[in-house]
């Protein structure tokens, strides 16, 4: 959907699962499952920032991959995606365990995931699937190892491009392994594989393992910011997993999910920053029941991808007004205010010093923020852009720059460790 179908459709511009594969998403939850981990399927593509191994797939060969949940419970399942599959998916066969550290895990700790008393199962082409539950105990901000293995040739995987996670592959049947020697033959990817979430069952009520009743599942709803590019690998510092250890320090512990895909746009789709948000977000954000609060952060690549190069990743990209990405976020808050769930809105951190910055795209970006914090149609704002901006030249009011000790000086758009934290400091945890 472009910018110029939402003005037509709306005044102003305005514009996960179930074990069989084709009943909604919301039917993967129902009774005592609750979100504990989550992200955001993409079609497979080529990325030139590193590689992955979504095009060529998987044949005879083991994938290894990291995860941390956000809720603990006596039992957990694991969800697969094949929705940007053109043909069935074969899983041979899968684990989970406890991580041990880097592609090892705890040898205890390994079970096996069966889908309807079955080791291996298909997915079909654009479906998703649940296993059956696993009796393995696991505790808020865990890390989690989930290993499937593909005997025959997968074709191009449906994936997540920016994990900021590790994950490994090894040639051949190694998803029982508890040493990592088997996948220390070629260099980790930095995205997952057809995995799609994990759910936990039966958790404590208001412990650390609390996974939060019905409703209070947070998602949070963005672009690269949101997924942690920038971020320490492995080390999950991302702005929603800070924000998950605020919730829980004060005694609020709860899930953050994390629906970000780098690059994504209010508007308009991309080959490799996923569907827009407008495609997206009744799927990623508003497809778990148990969500309760959704945390919306994205414009600001509606705003700088036009002013780049253009290439198969930013093809489509045409200059947006503010009108249009308010006009935008107009429809992502009907939509979640429908279900029941409350939008937080998120402004647009600075960006000058990126070589995507320009005065038009400054104004834009400034009338933006104006409006989420005075337009009145969020259920709350937390001020990224107040948060991470340094001291305005006074000489050069538009050139408002994130503080140095924040952001990446490689790109002055995307933020370190401690830009993602103050990120995660700046809400007011009332408002979830």
Not at 115 to 136: C, M, N, R
Not at 208 to 231: I, P, Q, Y
């Amino acid at each position: 959907m472009n910018a110029k179908t939402i003005a037509l459709a709306v005044p102003l511009a305005a514009a996960l699962l179930t074990a069989t594969a084709t009943a909604p998403a919301s039917a993967a939850y129902g009774g005592p499952w609750s979100s504990a981990w989550g992200t955001s399927p993409q079609t497979p593509t080529h990325t030139p920032w590193f590689a992955n191994w979504s095009e060529e797939g998987f044949a005879d060969q083991s994938v290894r991959q990291v995860i941390r949940v956000g809720a603990g419970g006596s039992e957990l399942r694991v969800r697969v995606t094949n929705l940007y599959g053109k043909t069935p998916l074969k899983l041979t066969g899968a684990t989970v365990a406890r991580t041990a550290g880097g592609a090892a895990v705890q040898p205890e700790s390994v079970r096996a995931l069966r889908f309807d008393g079955a080791q291996s199962v298909t997915v079909p082409a654009g479906g998703q699937l649940s296993s059956d539950a696993v009796a393995l105990p696991v505790k808020a901000f865990e890390q989690l190892t989930v290993t499937f293995y593909f005997e025959g040739p997968t074709g191009p995987a449906t994936f997540h491009n920016v994990a900021m996670s590790l994950s490994y592959r090894a040639t051949g049947d190694h998803r029982r392994d508890a040493a990592a020697d088997a996948f220390a033959a070629g260099p980790p990817s930095l995205s997952w594989s057809y995995l799609a979430g994990v759910d936990v069952k039966n958790a404590r009520p208001g412990g650390a393992g609390d996974a939060g009743g019905s409703r209070k599942a947070v998602v949070a709803f963005g672009d690269s910011l949101t997924d942690g590019f920038g971020a320490t690998p492995g080390a999950d510092r991302r702005y929603p997993d800070e924000l998950a250890k605020r919730l829980a320090a004060e005694g609020r512990s709860r899930p953050v999910l994390n629906a970000g895909i780098g690059g994504n746009k209010v508007l308009n789709d991309s080959d490799c920053f996923g569907e827009s948000a407008l495609s997206r977000f009744r799927r990623d954000a508003l497809g778990r029941p148990d969500v309760g609060t959704v945390v919306l952060l994205e414009g600001t690549n509606d705003i700088v991808q036009p002013e780049g190069p253009q290439d198969h990743c930013t093809a489509g990209s045409p200059k947006v007004t503010a009108e249009e990405i308010i006009a935008g976020y107009r429809q992502l808050i009907r939509e979640a205010h429908t279900r029941g769930v409350r939008v937080i809105g998120a402004t647009i951190p600075p960006f000058h010093g990126s070589k995507y910055w320009t005065e038009r795209g400054e104004d834009v970006r400034t009338a933006v923020n104006h409006w989420i914090r005075t337009g009145g149609a969020y259920d709350g704002v937390v001020d990224f852009d107040r948060v991470l901006a340094a001291p305005a030249d006074p000489a050069r009011p538009k050139e408002v720059k994130v503080k140095e000790e924040y952001v990446l000086e490689m790109d002055h758009l995307h933020m370190k460790d401690a830009g993602y934290k103050a990120m995660a400091d700046a809400f007011d945890l009332n408002s979830l």
